[in-house]
């Protein structure tokens, strides 16, 4: 399937998530423009399923599938503080459905966002070095200020695989 990503017609990707059996790929183009791939496995080949218009977000910076690929964070900023949405996505590629925004303080965008192996946590990492978390279906939120961040601009955070590690 990785052979035929470049006939997916995606152009000037800015992010882009796989979720965990790879057979769901969600990008950003542009800022703005959100698209969803699904496998088929008739075709042997990613086909665009869904396109996502944001709500909230006016310039997307950072994209999550979960494991089960039936949910997508998607972060960036309102134009004047950070602020991400989750969306709920049907197995079949067909619906989507906008569930809650999301915010934090601070004047930048939100570089990174993920979510827990369990699916219970949200996570986002903002470009002032804030992480910022969520407890599902609460939305319960804490924010903590990055150790070592020197008041430097962050560009990019990774999350190890069992996010137990933020780089």
């Known amino acids: 399937p ?5 006939e997916t017609g995606t152009e000037g990707i800015k992010d882009f998530a796989f979720n965990h059996n790879e057979k769901r790929f969600a990008s950003i183009e542009d800022y703005s423009a959100i ?13 665009l399923t869904q396109v996502i218009q944001p709500n909230d977000v006016a310039a997307a910076q950072s994209i999550a599938i979960n494991h089960n690929g039936d949910q997508l964070l998607l972060g960036g900023t309102d134009g004047n503080s950070p602020v991400l ?4 996505l049907s197995p079949d590629g067909q619906n989507k459905t906008f569930v809650k925004a999301l915010s934090s303080s ?5 570089k990174q966002v993920a979510f827990s192996k369990d699916n219970q946590q949200i996570f986002a990492v903002t470009e002032e070095g804030v992480l910022v978390s969520w407890k599902m279906p609460t939305f319960e939120k804490k924010e903590t ?4 961040n020197n008041g ?3 560009y990019r955070a990774a999350f190890s695989p069992d996010r137990k590690i933020l780089m």
């Open 152 to 154: 430097d601009s962050i």
């Open 35 to 47: 698209k969803v791939f699904d496998y088929d496995n008739v075709t042997e080949k990613f086909v």
């Open 106 to 110: 601070g004047n930048s965008t939100f």
């Open 2 to 6: 990785w052979n035929q990503l470049n």
């Open 85 to 88: 949405e989750l969306w709920q």
């Open 145 to 148: 200020r990055l150790i070592g």
